[in-house]
């Protein structure tokens, strides 16, 4: 299931709602386990058993580090984060080492090795990092670890995070499972439903179109491939892929308000940023702050030599794009970005300085938009050929008529993502996700609201609809 | 503030998502979606299905078209997609100053849809040997070339589909067949854009993909005194007055607008609508017409069956029975366009009518049906 389908908006969610809003305080936590069991079983019944499996077994191993003495606390750590990555490369990473490693024995003329593919289930990325964050955040004390399995169970399975995020530190919910009476509130449930409406809106209207270009462009043929259409299709995808992220995270931070639950933000206009750390702290930031919280700080930290701190670094994102897919064009785009961490830490940041703020804005966005191309590519030699017509200049491949309606989304994307670049701006657009508790501004965000899911919903139902004039025989 | 105003905001907010479902539940009145589209079939569930999600997934398919209120839905979206940005569904084209094609018929004005000259020649060869038989049972054969709006409006069609480029057509195939076999036929088609530029009415509208309502009672005139002067006799004359000028257009006028399925969007032409009434002097032919969806617009609009006898029947793409008794056309039935009606000698005419893009498959089947039916075979005439 997911969020901007009709399914989900018209039927999921206003029983799911009417139901958690009328069950007493007590009873809530077992409306949301059993919505969002319900969520997870409709896309993937199968994988359910999976899930129970592993919130059981780290329910009691937190339990087991909590008691421990130090050594097994330690051991039991092990166990857990081994038995939790191990499930993870199974499923997510055991079809791309097989398959590498079937491409090396082929190559050396040996047999390959027999494999059935394995199936991915759905979120695992995400629920296993939330698990990890569970067990880890109990071992080092930062949180004790919950009382009853039902309330572990809520926080692995909340439905709004459980697909596709904001990676959600344990220590930034557990208070909030088992006590949100004071942000369960109409405010919350008016603010959440507008933050909603908002995500659905750029996921549909603005990152749908954008991705279908971006798509076109992306699957033309080696020869029809230009200059300008490879640009296109870059910047396409740099803004779909925005706008459809931040979009579902807005959604899922909009409903969990809707639930009481007050989720961090994830994303902070990362275009403006004027170099990589920068769009590092404002883009996907739930997954920054894992990975620094979890690995980075594991790894070291800032307490190493400075070789060893850009290792660390580098080493992060490096796991940070494997995280994201199991492809090679994952992990370079992970490396990618790590290098030029690496490369601002030891002179670019310096250089940088004695350029305008555009100029920077230019050399971060300009940096991105590459390492979304290995991002987006089907494979490895795709990316090197659409990097390299990006780099073939050929003004005159720019003779052709872009679609009016592409051209209004791309204006629109360029706006909404670089308007922010202007301070007074940034201050509006704080402010207009600030609740303001005037009869006027509430009455506007859920008119818009509501228009705007309307919209979405239009667009979301009118995809699978093209009727002929008449039928032919 | 006020919590009870907020309680209310926020109320409507849980009703509005709750409007679908009601709708669906109350079965509320709500306009239909224009055009035709297989529904989605409800999936039966299973363990099995339900297991490997394939139940969740065509049920959430079936639910994404039938939800209550989603015709509101997507007129939203194509008034904003059309009136926006300019966008109609795959399968038509906006051609210039907004006049609505369905690409069919430009691809067949462009020739891009010929069949060979020899599979025409052969079809016409079939029908030419099908007609001398028929004339043994009394029975005439007279084929129409229905006018296409890739023709007629050819002039808006968009620069980018390059019209200039135009390559020989079906159209241009079977009119030379047609007369070179001296087979009985009328050219509309040509005859159309013979007067396109003295008509005061509209013949072809901006967002119709059919010939006009107005410009059916040329053509059923024109039918009748055709088929009068093919049997030397007479039955009856078509008058028409009482002519009325209207903005809206009546249904089929602005029947690709209709499908585009906005919330209303109108060309700002003038629509002619006529009375039209056929005087019957005599007995009226039983008339077997095979033909697409051209002829309703002379059933509809043009009394059409007004001057054929009870029992006449309309093929409808040689597929969906319709039968004329008693002042209506009802529906009988389908048909495998395989078969040959029972009784196909016992018309007195047999009429088969195509538009455009419909000429590859001249006939809509029953050419090569009765032929087989005749001859046993698929072989060509001067083969037998």
New interface residues.
């Given amino acids: 299931m997911v969020f901007s389908s009709s399914f989900f908006i018209l039927l999921f969610l206003p029983l799911f709602l009417v139901s958690y809003y009328i069950t007493p305080s007590r009873y809530k936590n077992y409306v949301i386990l059993a919505g969002s069991s319900l969520f997870y079983i409709w896309g993937a019944p199968k994988f359910i058993f999976v899930l129970f499996g592993s919130i059981v077994l780290d329910f009691y191993l937190a339990k087991f580090i909590y008691n421990a003495p130090q050594l097994r606390k330690k051991w039991y750590l092990i166990l857990s984060v081994s038995l939790n990555t191990g499930i993870l490369l199974y499923f997510k990473y055991a079809n791309f080492f097989v398959e590498n490693i079937n491409d090396i024995l082929q190559s050396m003329g040996y047999k390959q090795i027999g494999w059935i593919q394995v199936a991915l289930p759905i979120g695992i990325s995400f629920f296993t990092f939330h698990e990890l964050s569970y067990i880890i955040d109990v071992y080092r004390g930062v949180k004790p670890p919950l009382k009853k399995i039902t309330d572990y169970a809520v926080y692995i399975l909340l439905f709004p995070q459980l697909v596709a995020g904001p990676i959600i530190r344990f220590s930034e919910i557990a208070d909030q499972i088992q006590d949100r009476k004071n942000q369960l509130n109409v405010d919350s449930a008016l603010l959440g439903f507008f933050r909603f409406a908002i995500g659905l809106t750029k996921k549909v209207l603005i990152a749908n179109t954008l991705g279908a270009e971006a798509d076109r462009l992306f699957g033309l043929q080696a020869e029809d491939l230009t200059f300008a259409t490879s640009w296109l299709g870059a910047i396409a995808y740099t803004f779909q892929i925005y706008f459809d992220f931040s979009g579902y995270s807005d959604m899922a931070i909009g409903l969990a308000r809707m639930m009481g639950f007050v989720f961090p933000e994830n994303f902070n206009n990362p275009y403006i940023s004027q170099n990589i750390t920068e769009f590092w702290r404002r883009w996907h930031m739930s997954l920054s702050r894992w990975m620094r919280d979890y690995l980075y700080i594991s790894l070291g930290g800032n307490r190493v030599s400075t070789a060893r701190l850009y290792f660390n670094l580098w080493i992060v994102f490096l796991i940070s794009g494997f995280w994201h897919g199991a492809e090679w064009t994952f992990i370079i785009w992970g490396a990618y970005h790590g290098l030029f961490l690496v490369l601002e830490r030891l002179f670019l940041d310096k250089l940088l300085l004695h350029t305008t703020k555009v100029i920077r804005m230019l050399y971060a966005f300009f940096v991105v938009v590459i390492g979304w191309v290995f991002f987006r590519a089907n494979d490895l030699p795709h990316a090197l050929l659409f990097l390299e017509r990006m780099f073939t200049v050929d003004l005159s491949s720019f003779y052709f008529t872009l679609d009016f309606r592409i051209l209004c989304f791309l204006v629109l994307a360029f706006i909404f993502c670089f308007m922010a670049g202007f301070s007074r701006i940034e201050k509006f657009e704080s402010d207009v996700f600030t609740f303001r508790n005037t009869k006027t501004a509430v009455t506007s965000y859920i008119v818009v609201g509501l228009l705007l899911t309307i919209i979405s919903l239009g667009y979301i139902t009118s995809s699978s609809f093209n009727p002929f004039i008449y039928f032919r025989f | 503030?006020?919590?009870r105003?907020?309680?209310i905001?926020?109320t409507?907010?849980?009703i509005?998502?709750?409007a679908?479902?009601i709708q669906q539940t109350f079965n509320i009145p709500q306009p239909g979606?224009?055009?035709?589209?297989l529904p989605t079939e409800k999936p039966v569930l299973s363990w099995g299905s339900?297991?490997?999600?394939s139940w969740?997934q065509q049920?959430?398919?079936y639910?994404?078209?039938t939800?209550g209120f989603?015709p509101w839905?997507?007129?939203?979206?194509?008034h904003?997609?059309f009136n926006?940005?300019?966008?109609v569904?795959?399968?038509m084209i906006l051609g210039k100053e907004d006049y609505l094609f369905?690409r069919a018929y430009i691809d067949s004005y462009l020739g891009k849809d010929r069949i060979p000259f020899d599979s025409a020649k052969f079809q016409v060869e079939k029908l030419a040997y099908i007609e001398k038989h028929l004339l043994q049972k009394n029975t005439l054969l007279l084929a129409i070339l229905a006018p296409g709006k890739g023709s007629f409006c050819a002039q808006y069609i968009p620069d980018?589909l390059h019209p200039e480029n135009r390559n020989i057509s079906n159209y241009y195939q079977y009119r030379l067949l047609l007369e070179r076999t001296g087979l009985p036929f009328v050219d509309f088609n040509n005859w159309f854009l013979a007067i396109k530029d003295t008509s005061t009415r509209l013949l072809y509208t901006k967002f119709g993909?059919h010939w006009s309502a107005y410009s059916t009672h040329y053509v059923t005139d024109s039918l009748i005194r055709k088929m009068q002067s093919l049997t030397g006799n007479y039955w009856g004359y078509y008058s028409s007055n009482n002519e009325k000028q209207s903005k809206t257009p009546k249904e089929g006028d602005d029947?690709?607008m209709e499908?585009l399925?906005t919330m209303g969007t109108r060309s700002g032409d003038t629509y002619s609508y006529i009375d039209i009434k056929f005087h019957p002097k005599g007995k009226l032919p039983k008339v077997l017409i095979i033909g697409?969806?051209y002829v309703w617009t002379p059933i509809n609009h043009g009394a059409l069956m007004s001057s054929v006898a009870d029992g006449s029947q309309y093929l409808y793409?040689?597929?969906d029975v319709y039968t004329y008794s008693e002042g209506q056309l009802n529906q009988k039935g389908i048909k495998e366009?395989s078969a040959v009606p029972e009784d196909v000698e016992g018309f007195d005419f047999i009429i088969l009518c195509n538009t455009e893009p419909?000429l590859k498959e001249f006939g809509?089947g029953f050419i090569d049906a009765y032929y087989k039916k005749l001859t046993g075979t698929d072989k060509a005439p001067s083969q037998l």
């Fill in positions: 503030m006020n919590i105003f907020k309680n905001l926020f409507i907010v849980i509005g998502l709750f679908p479902l979606l224009k055009g035709s589209y339900w297991f490997d999600g969740q049920y959430s398919d639910y994404e078209t939800f989603r839905l997507i007129k939203i979206k194509n904003i997609e926006l940005f300019r966008k569904h795959s399968g369905e980018n993909v029947d690709l499908i399925n697409d969806s793409y040689n597929h366009k419909n809509s």
